[in-house]
């Protein structure tokens, strides 16, 4: 029985940086943490180079290469060593220091919204729905309960 082939998520994810590094396959490779072998390898699987298309007539690039550009400087900023520029009004020049504890809180609570791990979600469930539309005296009203889950 012959296997079917389908995207690792290794393939996906050189798709989604390709475009994001603007046709790259080097940056790409080095962005995902394959081999340029590896890179130049996914450039001639016929998946790949699918999913690039259809990523291409979906995805505007730009937002793309934004999206990437900020999870990179997220995740830049929670390294030992990021310093920001700050400007020294004593001194009049620009120094660089670490960033506060509170920003790199933000970074990471924005990286878990940028990956999806603070979703909530609800469930909605409708117990009645009558309105008479034919006695003005007695209209009922819709009741609706709601959940978090």
């Known amino acids: 029985m012959a296997r079917k082939k389908a995207l690792t998520d290794n393939m996906k994810a050189f798709a989604v940086s390709y475009i994001a590094n603007g046709g790259n396959v080097q940056e790409t490779a080095k962005q995902i943490g ?23 007539k979906v995805v505007p690039v730009d937002t793309v290469r934004s999206a990437v550009q900020l999870q990179e400087e997220l995740n830049n900023m929670l390294s030992d060593d990021y310093k920001e520029e700050v400007y020294d009004f004593k001194s009049g020049k620009i120094v660089h220091v670490k960033p506060r504890l509170a920003d790199k809180v933000k970074a990471i ?17 409708q117990t009645r729905f009558v309105i008479d539309l034919v006695d003005d005296e007695e209209t009922e009203y819709i009741d609706v309960e709601w959940e978090e889950i």
């Open 109 to 125: 609570e924005l990286l878990g919204k940028f990956g999806g791990h603070f979703v909530q979600k609800h469930e909605i469930t």
């Open 34 to 56: 394959v081999s340029n072998k590896t890179a130049y390898n996914y450039m001639k699987n016929e998946l790949v180079v699918n999913e690039i298309g259809d990523l291409m």
